[in-house]
Each structure stands twice: as structure tokens, then as C-alpha cells.
């Protein structure tokens, strides 16, 4: 049973920043390609980012030059540096995994920009 454990979301204002991170077993991790969605009220659920075993990075043109997505095999934990933050970021983000034709989700974390 794979596991994606996530953390770090919160309430900031414009122009803030916040680091999310998901968890996972060391095995997870290896065999994963990771990334990070994210849902608003009403909207479909939206890639926002996702970084291959080898640490290349993948983002939608949404988040570019103000996201960033990391890896830390040490600790099997994927991060998501958020910066510049702006309110039509806000949302439920979710940590996601993938291989072959099996996606696992994390519960999802609160992120709100609000003035």
C-alpha cells in the first residue's frame, strides 16, 4: 500500500511564500514518478508540477518561474516551494504518484492566499 503523506499548507498573503512536502516510503519513492495537483472550489483537479527520478522538473505554465519542485532521497520526500503567491492559487493541493497505469493520491493540504 503505497502511502503520500503531505504538509505544510496554510493561509499566507499575496506575494507569500509556502513549502508543501509529501512523504512516502523509501521503496515509493524509488519507483514514483511524483508531483503535485492542486483543485479550487468548482474547478477541475490541475497538474501543477512533476520531477522525474533523475530531478529533471516539469511545471504548467501557471506556476513557472514561482514554483519549485524538489526531491530528497535521504528523507524519500518531495517538496513544493511556493513563491509569489497570488490568490488564484489558491486551493486543495494534492501530492501525486505514478507508475504504469497506477496513480496514488496523498489527502491533500489547504493552500490559502487571501489579502
Known amino acids: 500500500q503505497v502511502q503520500l503523506v503531505e504538509s505544510g499548507g496554510g493561509l499566507v498573503q499575496p506575494g507569500g511564500s509556502l513549502r508543501l512536502s509529501c512523504s512516502t516510503s523509501?521503496?515509493?519513492?524509488?519507483?514514483?514518478?511524483l508531483g503535485w495537483y492542486r483543485q479550487s472550489p468548482g474547478k477541475q483537479r490541475e497538474w501543477i508540477a512533476s520531477i522525474r527520478n533523475s530531478g529533471h522538473p516539469e511545471y504548467a505554465d501557471s506556476v513557472k518561474d514561482r514554483f519549485t519542485i524538489s526531491r530528497n532521497v535521504g528523507n524519500s520526500t518531495v517538496y513544493l516551494q511556493m513563491n509569489n503567491l497570488r490568490s488564484e492559487d489558491t486551493a486543495v493541493y494534492y501530492c501525486?504518484?505514478?507508475?504504469?497505469?497506477?496513480?496514488?493520491w496523498g489527502q491533500g493540504t489547504q493552500v490559502t492566499v487571501y489579502l
Open positions: 523509501r521503496s515509493a519513492f524509488s519507483l514514483l514518478a
Open positions: 501525486h504518484g505514478q507508475r504504469f497505469e497506477h496513480d496514488y
